[in-house]
């Protein structure tokens, strides 16, 4: 396997009382990356549960972590019953993939649900560990950067500016699907939110593929946009402008020069 992913569950805070009778909450987490899922143990009694998990490994495909987002599913434990959902957070792996990024993301993420909204805060550690990998027919795009903003960043200088790129990509909407007539509205509501990740992640990596094919590293003016088109279902559409870019190594290369104030100015 060309990587690893490593995800660490620490704690939560402010979460909302799930249990009336006690005004409090049995919390536990479910990490899933692709099709495998890990637990933490279950956090009784507390809406600032402290978890501190083992680190949950998953070992996949560079292009996989291009695609997927990290799951994370908030859940309260009920012995009797199904287990109720609290929210669940997305985590971008993407800026983790490049040989000069950092190796760790870390913090505190929101916890959304699409029926109430934000409902507290996990603390989450992500690290990935990326192998050699020989393959040149590989769909990666692993090393490609992205800047939305309209400009070369200020650590950069442009080598070769090699041209305008575009893509889409085009899903069924899951909103209306016939599945739709028996699964809860957060179901639903959470299956349009998965598949709109998804396809941010892949139409990302096709692009990056096409920067590639140009013997280019980097895009800038990034964008995209999302749209519901009828029997067409989700839109999602990328441009943006294919880069060589060289990282600046010193940081007083890309500081404004500032010139010795003339003598008038002195007088």
């Known amino acids: 396997m060309p990587g690893k992913l490593k995800v660490k569950i620490v704690a939560g ?4 009382v799930m249990d009336r009778a006690s005004d409090l909450t049995d919390a536990f987490v479910e990490v899933k990356f692709g099709n495998t899922t890990f637990k933490t143990d279950v956090c009784l009694k507390s809406l600032n549960p402290q978890w501190n998990s083992e680190w949950f490994k ?18 309260d434990h009920d012995t009797y019953s199904a287990n109720d959902a609290i929210g669940k957070v997305y985590i971008d792996i993407d800026p983790l993939l490049y040989s000069e990024a950092a190796t760790v993301i870390s913090g505190w993420f929101p916890i959304y649900d699409t029926i109430h909204g934000i409902r507290g805060e996990i603390n989450v550690v992500v690290k990935v ?7 040149r027919f590989r769909q990666s795009s692993c090393g490609v950067k992205f ?15 090699h041209g305008f790129v575009e893509e889409l990509v085009v899903n069924e909407d899951p909103e209306y699907q016939w599945i739709d007539r028996i699964r809860t509205p957060r179901a639903s509501n959470e299956a349009r939110q998965r598949l709109i990740s998804l396809m941010s992640g892949e139409l990302q990596r096709k692009i990056g593929l096409k920067v590639l094919e140009m013997r280019g590293n980097a895009v800038v003016g990034y964008l995209q946009c999302f ?10 559409r990328a441009i943006g402008t294919a ?5 600046l190594s010193s940081p007083a290369a890309f500081l404004p020069t500032c010139n010795s104030p003339s003598k008038e100015m002195k007088e």
């Open 147 to 161: 800047f939305c903003t309209t400009s070369i960043p200020k650590c950069y200088r442009a080598v070769i500016i």
């Open 13 to 16: 805070r402010h979460l909302p």
């Open 243 to 247: 880069c060589t870019l060289d990282k």
């Open 227 to 236: 749209d519901l088109e009828g029997e067409s279902g989700l839109v999602v």
């Open 129 to 135: 560990d990326l192998f050699n990998d020989l393959n």
């Open 58 to 75: 998953f070992e996949v495909d560079d292009e996989d972590l291009q695609d997927e987002p990290l799951q994370i599913t908030v859940l």
